[in-house]
């Protein structure tokens, strides 16, 4: 048969050349050639003079392998180089044609390709899935208009006003400079060094903090445009936008001690999970929405809409959902897609326009710059990942990599080579083409050169209590025992008591246990530019408070062993099924265990490998024998100890109770018996349990 090259485009020859040749494919797959198209018949030995001889340089087999492999690696992102993304599709509710022109947002029902990529920011490629931190909610739309990239977070503001002060934030909470650790955390002397001294960051410290930046599943994270953005109608009129995705899932979180032992049982937790579900047919799925307003309502605000370390509640301005983005294809090969896609905030198509924040004017230029540094050449554009689904014609000619081959002599414009009966090349349109906003320049808008800020950038304080206020008292403590965590962690004692200065700005009972949980007096309130205000609490702001209770999306862990009531196993896993969970079975062997009815059950892993911080709820279904046997089974008492303390569900045969009694296990909502009650128990968290399991600040 023919070898099918992998090069789609030399797909053709290769039949035809098996023919001249008249051998044979060694199997299916095809034969094994050299970039060049030449046949190799050994990969195993490299050419040497004799047997035991040296390696001859003429082996272009062996050079062009090694050559290869020694390039295989290009620079990884500045930031948010840990990620992982997906395809998919954006389905439009109702037509937006009163407010925007963009294609995308014409049609009810209409979909368009997306391509999705999630990722950490602080550490490298290489690091772990669930440190505390932010992450990049990133999303290409292939539009038939071009492409336009959302390239977002999962918190709803950021740490600065002003694109100048990037550089240096990311040195400050990337690994030191002289030691090169901590890798992908902010708990270290940089960062809080440099957070003190900039109070602009507190409102994002306080997101920071918060149980946003630990969560469960990418699948279970909100994601934010953050920038105000405008949407342009056909009339040419402007409405301010701030985009927002909802997951279906609901927002979920882990606690500080799981994300922690989450790092040591699956480095790949949450890849994996994003993987897994696609894989599985479960598609991820997150609603868009948008805040629009216009300048009035701008203007009633007592904070700036330019600003990007600011939100607009959904209570004072609520969010409208007009689509749906659904993931539901995993990428075929790592490299090509999640490693080589290059989003770019510039990336608007015409019905979507920028605003003068000075965070994202800054952001217009970077990642362009970023693209060409890390992909090589200004090429990049034309990898299948980054390349538009809709043609794209212009004189633009050569660079390193040029994959394209234009014809004819019209590489400029205009020209009269029609004239002469050759092709001419494209033209612009005035009509379809991408025209920027006009807009009006206020009397703040224009003027002298000026290094400044507007006024009401100068209020840190104000929405980092609203934040603070809107969260309940379990996720408040959360927040002051994350500062604790931190700051503990700082080894130059002159920064915490400045932070916690800046706190006091904020909320003085949250400075008050920081200081306590970290042992040092309240620290002199510093001084603020602009004295905070009192806003209303926003409601929509907390995860637990919203959190949907439901095992859907979500993984059971069910541990059993020899002599395990195999119907009480079946039971509960037809019914985890039936509510959209997935079941794990975990036991000692990862072969399985036979059962008390004498069939053998085979495991999905095994006890020591499947920590109970990768599901969301266990259910322990033992014999008294299994039970006494797993006694002695650190890696047993530790499953039901840690699902214990991360305020899990805990279903349980009455033969199980010594294992939980072992564990620590006190009775509760959340412990119960196999049956219903678990399975309504398994979709939730109980917080209660929490004064009783740690001590927070
Ligand atoms: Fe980025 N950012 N950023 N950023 N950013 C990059 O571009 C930059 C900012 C965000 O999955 C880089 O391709 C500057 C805000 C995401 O590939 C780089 C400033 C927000 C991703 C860059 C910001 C983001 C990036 C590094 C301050 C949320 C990952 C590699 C003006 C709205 C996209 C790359 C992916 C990536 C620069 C601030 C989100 C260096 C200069 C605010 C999700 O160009």
Same mark, same amino acid.
């Given at each position: ?557 069910? %541990?059993? /062993? +020899? @002599?395990?009531? *195999? ?5 509960? =896993? $037809? !019914? ?24 053998? %059950?085979? /495991? +999905? @892993?095994?006890? *020591? ?5 990768? =599901? $969301? !709820? ?80």
């Amino acid at each position: 048969m023919a070898s099918k090259s992998h090069y789609e485009t030399t797909d053709g020859n290769g039949g035809e050349t098996h023919q001249r040749i008249g051998a044979k494919a060694p199997h299916d797959a095809g034969y094994l050639t050299t970039n060049q198209g030449i046949r190799v018949s050994d990969n195993q030995n490299s050419l040497k003079s004799g047997t035991r001889g040296p390696a001859l340089l003429e082996d272009f087999v062996l050079r062009e392998k090694i050559f290869h492999f020694d390039h295989e690696r290009i620079p990884e992102r500045i930031v948010h180089a840990r990620g992982t993304a997906a395809h998919g599709y954006f389905e439009l509710y109702d037509s937006l044609t009163d407010i925007t022109k963009a294609d995308l947002f014409q049609r009810p029902g209409a979909k368009v390709p997306v391509f999705t990529r999630f990722s950490t920011v602080a550490g490298g490629a290489g690091s772990v899935d669930t440190p505390r931190d932010v992450r990049g909610f990133a999303v290409k739309f292939y539009t038939q208009e071009g492409n336009w990239d959302l390239v977002g977070n999962n918190i709803p503001v950021f740490f600065i006003q002003d694109a100048i002060k990037f550089p240096d934030l990311i040195h400050a909470v990337k690994m030191e400079a002289d030691r090169g650790y901590p890798q992908a955390g902010s708990a270290h002397d940089t960062f809080w060094d440099w957070a003190s001294l900039m109070p602009e960051t507190t409102h994002m410290l306080m997101w920071a903090m918060s149980d946003r930046a630990i969560p469960r599943s990418l699948r279970m994270m909100e994601g934010f445009g953050i920038h105000t953005f405008r949407l342009v109608n056909a009339d040419g009129t402007s409405t301010f936008v701030k985009f927002h995705w909802k997951p279906k899932l609901g927002m979920q979180s882990t606690l500080w001690d799981e994300a922690m032992k989450l790092q040591a049982a699956d480095n790949d937790y949450h890849r994996r999970d994003l993987h897994e579900a696609i894989e599985s047919g479960a598609f991820p799925e997150w609603e868009l929405g948008i805040q629009a307003f216009d300048q009035k309502f701008a203007n009633s605000l007592p904070y700036d809409v330019l600003d990007a370390t600011k939100i607009i509640p959904e209570e004072v301005l609520p969010v409208r959902l007009i689509g749906r983005m659904v993931l539901d294809r995993n990428v075929d090969n790592f490299f090509a897609e999640t490693e080589q896609v290059a989003y770019c905030p510039a990336n608007i198509v015409p019905g979507i326009d920028f605003t003068n924040d000075p965070l994202l004017q800054g952001r217009l230029f970077s990642y362009l710059d970023t693209q060409k540094s890390r992909l090589g050449t200004s090429n990049f554009h034309q990898l299948p990942i980054n390349a538009p689904k809709c043609p794209v014609m212009n004189f633009q000619r050569d660079g390193q990599m040029q994959m394209i081959v234009p014809k004819g002599r019209a590489s400029y414009e205009p020209n009269s080579l029609g004239d002469a009966g050759e092709e001419t090349g494209p033209r612009e349109c005035p009509v379809t083409g991408f025209t920027t906003f006009a807009h009006q320049a206020a009397k703040d808008e224009q003027g002298d050169k000026l290094r400044i800020r507007p006024e009401l950038f100068a209020d840190h304080y104000s929405q980092a209590r609203l934040l603070f206020r809107s969260l309940t008292e379990n996720e408040r403590a959360h927040v002051a025992s994350s500062f604790t965590f931190e700051l503990s962690k700082v080894a130059l004692a002159h920064v915490p008591p400045r932070i916690i200065g800046n706190l006091r700005n904020v909320d003085e009972d949250l400075a008050k246990r920081v200081a306590a949980g970290i042992g040092i007096p309240l620290p002199p309130k510093n001084p603020a530019a602009r004295e905070p205000i009192d806003i209303n609490p926003s409601p929509a702001l907390s995860i637990q408070a919203n959190m949907k209770e439901t095992i859907a999306g979500r993984a059971i862990g069910i %541990l059993y /062993a +020899d @002599g395990s009531d *195999a119907k009480a196993i079946k039971k509960l =896993v $037809d !019914a985890v099924k039936k509510q959209g969970g997935r079941s794990v079975l975990v036991s000692p062997k990862v072969g399985g265990a036979t059962l008390a009815d004498g069939s053998h %059950l085979k /495991a +999905d @892993g095994q006890l *020591a490998g499947t920590p109970s911080q990768t =599901v $969301d !709820a266990i259910a322990v279904i033992l014999s008294s024998a299994g039970c006494k046997a797993l006694l002695k089974e650190a890696s047993a008492v530790q499953f039901v100890m840690d699902a214990f303390g991360h305020l899990k569900a805990i279903g349980h045969t009455p033969e199980a109770k010594p294992l939980l009694d072992k564990a620590g296990v006190e009775p509760d909502a959340g412990v119960t018996g196999l049956g219903d009650p678990f399975i309504a128990a398994a979709g939730k968290r109980f917080f209660d349990r929490e004064p009783k399991v740690r001590t927070l600040a």
